[in-house]
């Protein structure tokens, strides 16, 4: 039997096809060696990165609500001048403007659609929950045509312009002594109560398409959000 050919220094340097280094613990098999190229040490190049750009997102263009705001001013209430009135600001924080004064006070401005006038309720003396003897008066964004909108004791608050412009929802504690919903038509002044008979609703807010209202109720013990039609109908939690 022919004798195992030993490992030369060559041979354990060299290289298998895969470019591996040949172990040097494999056993020696019979078979005669082949000769092998030179080996050579690959020597490491420069380490590289791979960068991945994420493009970024393009910023929204801020679009206008549609349910009002006049011409870039944001309508608030303050006491600024000793007592609550309605005033304009624009939007970057400037350019003050008392756009009422009434010596019973005046909080909760809503706009109108189209930005042209405002519905707000007096007196206002301070932040209540419900105000009672108060009533809804309409005003121009510029502080002109002061026009209170028919009420009936109690007291109306809350005041939310619908988007088509031609309704007004809001609370009132007229005739039950508890807050429920109501829509005034500025058409004719007509008054519809849209809330359940033993709701305790308030803070109504139309949708974009004004189909519905969302407000804050107790119908089932806490205080929750729900939502209705704006005919009063298919009244749910939220």
Do not use: H
Not at 38 to 64: D, I, N, R
Not at 133 to 145: C, E, K, R, T
Not at 174 to 191: A, H
Request: glycine share 10%; net charge negative.
């Amino acid at each position: 039997n022919a004798s195992p050919t030993p490992l030369t220094t060559q041979d354990a340097s060299a290289t298998n096809p895969s470019g591996s280094p040949v172990d040097p613990s494999l056993t020696p098999t019979s078979s005669p060696t082949q000769p092998q190229p030179p080996s050579t040490t690959p020597t490491p190049g420069p380490a590289t990165e791979t960068v991945v750009v994420v493009p970024e997102e393009p910023s929204p263009t801020p679009t206008a609500t549609p349910l009002g705001g006049g011409g870039g001013d944001i309508a608030f209430a303050s006491d600024r001048s000793g007592t609550t009135q309605i005033w304009l600001m624009g939007i970057d924080g400037t350019d003050f403007q008392q756009l009422t004064d009434i010596p019973e006070g005046a909080c909760q401005p809503n706009w109108s659609p189209d930005g042209r006038r405002l519905v707000f309720i007096s007196p206002c003396r301070s932040n209540e929950a419900l105000y009672r003897g108060s009533g809804l008066f309409l005003v121009n964004a510029d502080g002109s045509d002061l026009t209170p909108l028919p009420n009936v004791p109690g007291g109306d608050f809350d005041p939310a312009w619908s988007p088509s412009g031609d309704q007004i929802a809001f609370a009132s504690v007229r005739n039950t002594g508890r807050p429920r919903l109501y829509l005034i038509n500025l058409e004719d002044n007509s008054t519809d109560v849209i809330s359940y008979p033993y709701s305790y609703d308030r803070q109504p807010a139309w949708s974009p398409d004004g189909a519905q209202l969302a407000f804050v109720t107790t119908q089932k013990g806490p205080v929750q959000i729900w939502t209705m039609n704006a005919d009063g109908s298919d009244q749910q939690v939220f």
